[in-house]
């Protein structure tokens, strides 16, 4: 019996070893597209963040704290991480094709110094998306109806400034009383705050500025800026006490100007260096194997376990081949990120039996 139930937990966690390994990269304003009844693992770029510091060890104890922020705000906002991707329902005809997203990790780069007392972060998160079958309602998931977000769409004419509140997240919590729902809600939405004063650009917010008054071939350039947080009483079902949440946004389309050209077209991108790992699952000595044309002495590798907790980190040079003892770690899931000053370059996962 005791054989069989290691088989299983061999199974179950080699199944969430094949789901956590990310093979596409992208950023968070270029939806990757799947076809619906696919799935796929993104390394997502969020945002950049600048922030002062008198010393390395102070920009990388805030960096900890910026990343904690994160994972904070997307283990309890899940449903963020759906504007990552889009889902192509060409086969669906009239239905629509439901998305779900699972085992998301979020890390931060190396802090950079800018100089002037400043360094910058680069936040990524991981995700396994998946494009549901034909027939799932849009916006909602009837087995796990808890929370939605609602995409932001603004549309302003150029040289003008606007402000009003839109309805950003509908959140269901399964608590018995309103004091407990209202208690809910603060939380929520001082984790909703601080993301926002960290990272304005995560929510789903899309600005067009309608080039009115504009030369042809210009476009408008915009901007916006989230100034509040509010939120709607909570009302009960018999069931769940519900809350809505709305961001108060002040958009401005300022001038007009002949478009940039992109230097990176905007198309899904793969991963520009090869990990493998030998053996996965390892017992107590795993080597490591990377294979790339890129120069590596800048680069760091860390692995954490599954609780996010830093059980490594390169001091020196990476090379093609190295040897890593985990002999004394404790069985499971383990994540191994290599990065350079400005970006995560890759990530895969492993797991040790003993």
Not at 125 to 141: F, L, M, S, T, W
Not at 237 to 251: N, P, Q, R, S
Request: hydrophobic residues 35%; glycine residues 2%; charged residues 25%.
């Amino acid at each position: 019996m005791k054989l069989f139930v290691n088989l299983l937990t061999y199974l179950f966690i080699s199944f969430s070893l094949f789901a956590q390994e990310a093979d596409i990269r992208t950023d968070a304003n270029v939806p990757y597209e799947l076809d619906c009844g696919d799935d796929i693992n993104l390394l997502v770029k969020l945002t950049e963040i600048v922030y002062p510091a008198d010393s390395r060890d102070e920009a990388e104890d805030q960096r900890k704290e910026i990343r904690e922020s994160f994972r904070v705000y997307f283990k309890n906002f899940p449903e963020a991480t759906k504007s990552f991707y889009t889902c192509i329902n060409e086969d669906c005809q009239d239905e629509s094709c439901y998305k779900d997203v699972e085992n998301i990790f979020v890390n931060a780069t190396e802090p950079k110094n800018l100089g002037n007392g400043n360094y910058r972060i680069i936040m990524y998160v991981y995700v396994n998306a998946e494009c549901k079958q034909c027939g799932h309602p849009k916006n909602g998931d009837p087995d796990d109806p808890e929370s939605e977000e609602c995409p932001i769409e603004i549309l302003a004419e150029c040289m003008t400034t606007s402000t009003a509140s839109y309805k950003h997240r509908v959140k269901k919590m399964k608590v018995e009383t309103e004091e407990e729902a209202l208690e809910e809600i603060e939380r929520l939405k001082e984790i909703m705050e601080k993301m926002i004063d960290l990272a304005p650009d995560v929510p789903n917010v899309t600005l067009e500025c309608v080039p009115h008054g504009c030369e042809p071939q210009e476009v408008c350039n915009g901007s916006y800026t989230i100034d509040d947080v509010t939120n709607t009483s909570p009302t009960f079902d018999g069931e769940c006490w519900t809350v809505e949440f709305y961001l108060t946004i002040t958009a401005t389309c300022s001038s007009c100007t002949l478009p940039e050209k992109d230097p990176v077209p905007r198309s899904n991108r793969t991963l520009a260096l090869q990990v493998e790992l030998k053996p996965n699952p390892v017992h107590d000595v795993m080597m490591i194997e990377l294979d790339t044309e890129m120069d590596m002495r800048s680069w760091q590798l860390e692995i954490f376990n599954a609780q996010g907790q830093l059980m490594f980190a390169s001091t020196n040079a990476l090379t093609d081949v190295q040897a890593m003892d985990v002999s004394d770690w404790s069985n499971g899931l383990y994540y191994l990120l290599i990065q350079s000053e400005s970006e995560i370059i890759a990530k895969k996962s492993f797991i040790v039996n003993h």
